[in-house]
């Protein structure tokens, strides 16, 4: 169990933990907020800075690689050195590196803040699932806690295109970054004053193993590219390939590393939980789909179905609602059903909405607004309830990692989503898909694409879930597992 001076702080409703949990949302709503809120600014960006269609990617593509690519190692950072003291220190740099925005005369030099905050993030948003998994002792406040998190987040995530339109209709577009400092600021007062000081005895003191944080970070910086390549250079290049093989081998190398040394990095171990592993394969279901079915849904009303982008960006909309909205169905779920089957039921809910896609998806947009609900209501439910599972499945003190796990997850399916949505359409559509007239052979081809292109989503996210199914606890067993330490011997069990 717990330490008893850790219980007794433990809140007992989410009103008595307000503080905390206001500083946590600000969080989660700065990673939503972020890359939805600049992207509208983009065009504006590249005019004044006179940026090439490539290096403007990289505004926001360097975000996506620094985050995803720094989550686990300072995952790990975090466990050993103090979630709370990472986060708040993430938070500072946050805040600095937004203001920083203020002398940004060059492309390079925004990439260079892009990346900074990549860092930050990666700093504190795995931390802000941890801190709230650990704030509480009672699961049902666990989940509520990170449903409304992830609510606050989905907010944050819908409204950003519409207020950073109206943001660049009377200000300039660095205003759009410079809103990060006061998220920040109200994060860090929150969690400053409603989440006390690490025990030292909830942390753990294994060396760092720096190789394996090297090969870990090289493994999904490579994995990240990758599709960003397929995308940009296509599949006849050899630049996505070698990118491809870099992740192979890396990701092999750090698998070998963790597996002989003493105080690896990452215990491949707790992978292997049924309730970690399963946790990961859902969550990556998830990603997987929903940024598939989101790209292809957005080039199918403009490009298929003929729709201005105002028009489509309201065609999303099904998308956006169920977002918002589904957190409302979690606590009703868990109340009919254990949480391992209601991510497995939400999980099946994703591949369903691919399906219908995949089947329906050419005779009319009815049939793609079905898809993009249930789609959005599978990832809603999954997102929380997967990703509490996976907290329950590991040990005390390795909480922040553990959140750094599905992140991570997350992030590199989303990129391969992309990709595999994007190759598909680059191989089987003939000429660009940028063409102003298109021939009756180029709508013929962008058809028949979004089918395989759906297919192909919906078969490698029904893999992920039938492997998270498989890898699930067995006859209805939810409880969570002995998490014993392997520092000091220290028992370290999650409470049921």
């Known amino acids: 169990m717990r330490s008893p001076v850790h219980t007794s702080r433990a809140p007992r ?3 008595a933990a307000w503080q905390a949990l206001a500083g946590l949302s600000a969080v989660f709503l700065f990673e939503m907020l972020d890359n939805s809120i600049l992207n509208v600014a983009l065009p504006t960006i590249g005019r004044e800075l006179a940026t090439s269609t490539t290096t403007l990617q990289w505004v926001t593509g360097v975000y996506s690689v620094v985050f995803g690519g720094l989550m686990l190692v300072l995952g790990a950072l975090a466990d050993r050195a103090g979630r709370r003291k990472v986060m708040l220190f993430g938070l500072v740099l946050l805040g600095a590196a937004s203001f920083a925005t203020v002398f940004v005369t060059a492309a390079w030099q925004l990439i260079a803040v892009r990346a900074l905050m990549g860092v930050a993030a990666a700093m504190t948003t795995p931390g802000s699932m941890a801190l709230a998994f650990r704030l509480f002792d ?12 992830s609510t606050v987040g989905m907010v944050g995530l819908a409204v950003g295109p519409t207020a950073g339109g109206l943001v660049l209709a009377v200000a300039p577009w660095q205003v759009l970054l410079l809103a990060n400092a006061p998220v920040a600021a109200l994060a860090f007062l929150g969690i400053r004053a409603g989440i006390p000081a690490d025990d030292p005895a909830d942390l753990h003191r294994d060396p760092v193993d720096v190789a394996g ?3 870990g970070t090289a493994t999904i910086v ?3 590219l990758a599709p960003t390549f397929f995308v940009e250079a296509g599949a006849a290049s050899a630049l996505p390939w070698a990118a491809t093989a870099a992740a192979v081998a890396a990701g092999t190398g750090f698998v070998l590393r963790e597996k002989a040394i003493r105080h690896p990095l990452l215990d491949l171990k707790l992978i292997a939980r049924p309730l970690v592993s399963s946790g990961l394969a859902l969550k990556a279901a998830a990603g997987l789909a929903t940024a598939g079915l989101s790209y ?16 489509a960006a309201l065609g999303m909309l099904p ?24 991510a497995w039921l939400s999980a099946g809910a994703v ?5 219908v896609y995949t089947a329906f998806g050419r005779f009319g947009y009815a049939w793609i607004a079905v898809a993009l609900a249930l789609v959005a209501a599978g990832m809603r439910v999954v997102g929380v309830v997967a990703g509490t599972n996976v907290m329950r499945g590991l040990p005390a003190n390795r909480t922040t990692i553990g959140a750094a796990l599905i992140d991570t997850a997350s992030e590199v399916t989303t990129g391969v989503g992309i990709a595999l949505s994007g190759t598909i359409l680059a191989v089987v559509v003939p000429g660009a898909l940028t063409t102003a007239a298109w021939s009756a052979r180029q709508a013929a081809g962008f058809r028949e694409a979004i089918t395989y292109a759906g297919l192909a989503l919906t078969l490698a996210s029904a ?8 890898r699930g606890p067995r006859s209805g067993d939810d409880a969570p597992e002995p998490s014993t330490s392997d520092t000091a011997g220290e028992s370290a069990s999650i409470r049921s």
Not at 138 to 149: K, N, Q, S, V, Y
Not at 351 to 355: I, T, Y
């Open 138 to 149: 009672d699961d049902r406040l666990r989940t509520r806690a990170i449903t409304l998190i």
């Open 351 to 355: 591949v369903c909405g691919l399906a």
């Open 213 to 215: 944080a090297v090969l």
């Open 13 to 15: 409703s989410l009103g």
């Open 296 to 311: 292809l849904a957005t080039l199918h009303l403009q490009l298929g179905l003929g729709w201005a982008p105002a028009q």
């Open 319 to 342: 998308q956006v609602v169920v977002l918002i909205a589904g957190g409302a169905v979690i606590g009703p779920l868990l109340d009919r059903v254990s949480p391992v089957k209601a």
């Open 463 to 470: 893999a992920l879930v039938g492997w998270g199914i498989l």
């Open 222 to 224: 490579f994995a990240l």
